[in-house]
């Protein structure tokens, strides 16, 4: 009998860790969004995108990105994206409306056709205007999205950081598991790793930069390359300004097709 109680408060104990270890991963995850992409009230910068090919042709876009938070991080957030170059999407707007528990809404006007188009919510994953990117990439995946856990703790270059695997809850992803490299010391996602279903290591995201701006640690550095394509999107943030007062009436269809020149110059 007391054989049994031992193995039973051994299991007991193992089984509250496993919870422990389970609860902690996924707050690592919310703190890491939250430094991510809910800094500040709002958020204006200018964007660089240099998408290379595997013989190293380029091509660049370049873009002014608004974003503001209306609630607590990981709560409502919507995003305002106006594109300057190349000649071929000047004038483009992507705008996007980011609700806790739901899917978001996304809308990209055309130009060239004079048109909003929705973007369905199956579409999340395609690429963003031919990036390696997606266009959830650019507005950020839910926590509550996928399954994590912490895997270990190490060092990536000098910094300490919690290494998180997460597993889409859904079987829509293109990728069976991403392992994320969260730094210990203010929560930014330093590298991240996606697997194919076959487990193939397939694509990475790292931060080549991280400055203090207004305060806020923030990632003004940033490459995405598919390793099974050789392809490599490469971006870079400028002018980058939190708490500017970006009004609500910004996000709306009216100025998807005729936006302010005041937020995106």
């Avoid at 579409?123 to 994590?148: A, L, N």
């Avoid at 790292?206 to 400055?211: S, V, Y």
Wanted: proline fraction near 4%; include cysteine; aromatic fraction near 12%.
């Amino acid at each position: 009998m007391k054989t049994l109680m031992t193995v039973a408060a051994a299991l007991g104990v193992m089984l509250m860790a496993s919870t422990s270890f389970a609860a902690s991963a996924e707050e690592v995850m919310k703190k890491s969004q939250a430094a991510f992409l809910y800094q500040g009230k709002d958020f204006k910068v200018r964007v660089t995108m240099r998408l290379v090919s595997k013989s190293g042709q380029e091509r660049i876009r370049e873009m002014t990105m608004l974003r503001k938070n209306f609630g607590e991080p990981g709560g409502e957030q919507k995003y305002f994206i106006y594109f300057h170059k190349p000649a071929d999407v000047k004038d483009m707007t992507f705008m996007v409306y980011k609700y806790p528990g739901r899917d978001a809404d996304r809308w990209l006007f055309v130009p060239a056709i004079n048109m909003v188009k929705r973007i369905a919510a199956q579409d999340k994953h395609s690429s963003f205007v031919g990036s390696d990117f997606s266009y959830e990439d650019v507005s950020g995946r839910k926590v509550e999205d996928d399954t994590h856990t912490l895997t270990k703790e190490e060092k990536l270059g000098n910094r300490d950081c919690y290494v998180i695997k997460s597993v889409p809850r859904a079987g829509d992803m293109d990728y069976a598991y991403k392992l994320s490299w969260i730094a210990k010391d203010d929560m930014l996602p330093l590298k991240e790793e996606y697997y194919d279903k076959r487990s193939g290591l397939y694509k990475v995201f790292t931060a080549d930069e991280t400055k203090v701006v207004k305060g806020f640690p923030t990632v003004t550095k940033r490459t995405m390359k598919n390793l099974q394509s050789g392809h490599g999107t490469y971006v870079t943030y400028t002018d980058a300004d939190y708490d500017a007062g970006i009004p609500d009436s910004l996000f709306s269809e009216r100025y998807l097709r005729q936006p302010p020149r005041k937020w995106v110059e």
